[in-house]
């Protein structure tokens, strides 16, 4: 199973939702879902513990999702609703969600998420709780040997305040600078996939060698305001040129040698930016995209799936129902998206499913796809922006990169940007999309691995940006 996050891109890609309620209909005492329920997946050898917390309300059921083994809490759901004596659950922010038959004190059910359907049977009982904190032995703590400066600065196009931190090196400057824009899903400034604080690691490591780093809460996360399940890409963009725009006006920096620097989703994002702003120094993208994101999913949805051992006919019954999808999408109006992508969906249910079986394979999944996010992530083509650009950029993958394929994504990449002065693309080996050192490349990885970002990586970013902030931005 992917990590429960909204990890651009992957069909876990749609947004997170507050939590629906439905109205509660009146239940036997032992078909009542509230409570804690607890259970694990087996996912390619690995056991990955699942709790839901079900809450009753006013206004129906709501309900949070954690995954313990990957340091995911408090996961918000979509609709939490009882059909008969069947719990049914979607998550959004991870492109899933569970069925399952409540008998008493037990569960018996199925996790779908990505185009697979998973057992997964849960029992009422206390909260799993967060396991031993994970061994992460790159992540920075202080007292730091630089500055740190807690933030806040507006969007005055979207009328919302974001909040962050800002890393200044020793000393007087001037500074190159660079703002960093996360992956997708309801990201903090950190940008923790898996208990591993990425984007702390990567600015404190860029901070230590001479660059000021800005990060900061996704809009609608932690203490930025706004309206996180209502964004799509393009209002991210607008959240990073307002994280600009602020850095502009701090002390110490090289007003000449400031960019962006973008992970996974963020890749999409940062080249929106500074195809806007002429006055960017330059770009890093990390694992970022250079296809649409319709062959972004795609392509990582066959790449797990062969990983996982998923039999051909099935990968290419769920290709095309990813296409159709996205057809969907990009050409009817929204308020039939729900309906015929529930009957998209349906058509990648293997031969011999009962008609439950169907149901609660892709119910859970509807709301992941039918939402404006996902309709914008798998239309949006992001090499016009690419192709505009004319200052320096890097841009990296790894090799065992499963969810965007530096076989699928560089190629386009390298044409788009041509053979101008100041472009690297390069692919690292062995690194998969967090920039760890991998074996398979498959989410169920990055928790186990201790490497939060590889230092050959982080040693890499550094030497370019300065370099680039040396030249002047090119």
Do not use: K
């Not at 202080?142 to 196009?157: H, I, L």
């Not at 859970?364 to 992001?382: E, I, K, L, R, T």
């Amino acid at each position: 199973m992917p990590p429960l996050r909204r990890s651009s891109p992957v069909p876990l890609l749609a947004l997170a939702a507050v939590a629906l309620g439905v109205p509660a209909p009146t239940l036997a005492q032992d078909a009542d879902p509230a409570g804690d329920w607890n259970g694990a997946l087996s996912v390619s050898g690995a056991s990955l513990r699942i709790v839901f917390h079900v809450v009753a309300g006013e206004d129906g059921y709501s309900a949070t999702m954690d995954s313990p083994d990957q340091g995911a809490l408090g996961i918000p759901t979509g609709s939490v609703e009882m059909a008969g004596d069947s719990l049914i659950i979607s998550v959004p922010a991870v492109g899933g969600g569970y069925r399952g038959r409540i008998d008493g004190d037990s569960l018996t059910g199925r996790w779908s998420q990505g185009g697979q359907s998973l057992a997964l049977d849960l029992v009422r009982g206390g909260a799993a709780g967060a396991p031993p904190e994970p061994v992460r032995p790159q992540h920075p703590e202080p007292p730091y040997p630089y500055g740190v400066e807690e933030v806040r600065f507006a969007n005055p196009d979207a009328g919302i305040e974001l909040a962050g931190t800002l890393t200044m090196p020793p000393g007087d400057g001037p500074f190159p600078g660079v703002v960093l824009v996360s992956g997708s899903g309801p990201q903090t400034r950190d940008e923790v996939v898996a208990g591993h604080r990425i984007f702390h690691v990567l600015a404190d490591h860029l901070t230590r060698n001479g660059i000021a780093v800005l990060r900061y809460d996704d809009r609608g996360v932690g203490e930025s305001g706004g309206d996180l399940a209502a964004a799509t890409s393009r209002d991210f963009a607008s959240d990073a040129a307002a994280a600009v725009a602020f850095l502009r006006t701090r002390p110490g920096l090289d007003g000449r040698a400031l960019g962006v620097a973008g992970h996974s989703e963020g890749g999409l994002v940062a080249p929106m930016v500074a195809a806007a702003d002429p006055e960017l120094a330059f770009v890093v993208l990390l694992a970022g995209p250079g296809v649409d994101g319709t062959e972004i999913l795609v392509s990582q949805t066959a790449a797990m799936q062969r990983r996982s051992g998923v039999p051909a006919p099935q990968i290419d019954a769920n290709e095309r129902a990813i296409r159709a999808v996205a057809e969907i999408l990009t050409t009817r109006p929204q308020d039939v998206w729900t309906d015929e992508v529930r009957a998209a969906l349906l058509e990648s249910v293997p031969p011999g499913a009962s008609a439950e079986q169907a149901r609660a394979a892709v119910d859970p999944q509807v709301a992941s796809f039918a939402n404006p996010w996902m309709a914008f992530f798998v239309g949006y083509d992001p090499v016009p922006a690419l192709e505009s650009l004319e200052i320096p950029v890097l841009a990296l993958n790894g090799s065992n990169d499963l969810q965007v394929l530096a076989d699928v994504n560089l190629p386009p990449m390298r044409a788009a940007l041509g053979g101008r002065p100041g472009v690297t693309v390069e692919e690292l080996p062995g690194l998969n999309h967090l920039f760890q050192p991998a074996g398979t490349g498959m989410p169920t990885e990055y928790s186990s691995i201790e490497t939060t970002f590889d230092p050959g990586a982080l040693e890499r970013v550094s030497t370019w940006i300065l370099e680039v902030g040396a030249a002047g931005g090119g």
